[in-house]
């Protein structure tokens, strides 16, 4: 499974989130969703904005998601964040969409992510109603992020937001020298090295 269509198991975040690679499923976790109902409209988006310009004043947001991902969570929790304990999910970073533009994702596939990692992986470690703490993991570096919480009992939504501070800490120089020498005249030479995630999960009800 690698795309939002069809799913095995989860994690979130994270990050973003944000926002990590996935252990075999145990006979307690997720494996597969046949109920066509849960393929088509239980839904997991992966977001990210990173930001240019040298001015801190003056710096803009570029959004983008990542489409192709794999995650695992405990089935037999009974609500959504003791399903989240503990989950994994792996972004597969060949999958980065930014914004539906095919300029600016044909950038970052070919002076980015080649020269940074080709996935991401991250695990819950734990989560409340305020807060979760998360495991980002790439190039075999990791650092624990706390992203936001929002849970919307009522519509089966549950969103986290946050950010990792320096994606040079993970080793990222090299990505973003490339990225800079061929596209550095539309951001002034300047790519900031924190990137805010976000993690959405809708009609999650469709896993109990």
């Known amino acids: 499974m690698t795309t939002t269509n069809y799913f095995k198991g989860f994690s979130t975040l994270l990050l973003a989130i944000l926002l990590l690679s996935t252990s075999s499923c145990t006979h307690d976790r997720i494996e597969e969703f046949s109920d066509i109902e849960v393929e088509q409209n239980l839904k997991v988006s992966l977001e990210w904005t990173a930001f240019k310009f040298p001015l801190f004043e003056d710096r803009v947001g570029v959004s983008g998601s990542f489409d192709s991902f794999e995650y695992s969570l405990t089935r037999s929790a009974s609500n959504i964040l003791d399903q989240l ?31 940074f990692t080709p996935q991401i992986d991250c695990k819950v470690i ?17 650092q624990h992020v706390i992203l936001n919480v929002a ?51 809708e009609n999650y009800n469709l896993l109990n």
């Open 85 to 115: 304990e503990d989950s994994e999910i792996t972004i597969f970073t060949n999958s980065a969409n930014v914004g539906n533009d095919d300029t600016k994702t044909s950038n970052v596939g070919k002076y980015f992510f080649p020269y």
């Open 126 to 142: 734990n989560i409340d109603h305020e807060s979760a703490e998360i495991a980002i993991s790439i190039n075999e570096i990791t």
């Open 151 to 201: 849970l919307d009992e009522e519509n089966s939504m549950l969103k986290l937001s946050g950010s990792i501070e320096d994606l040079r800490t993970f080793g990222a120089q090299t990505a973003f020298a490339k990225l800079n020498e061929a596209c550095g005249i539309f951001h002034d030479g300047f790519v900031w090295p924190d990137v805010a995630i976000n993690v959405t999960i």
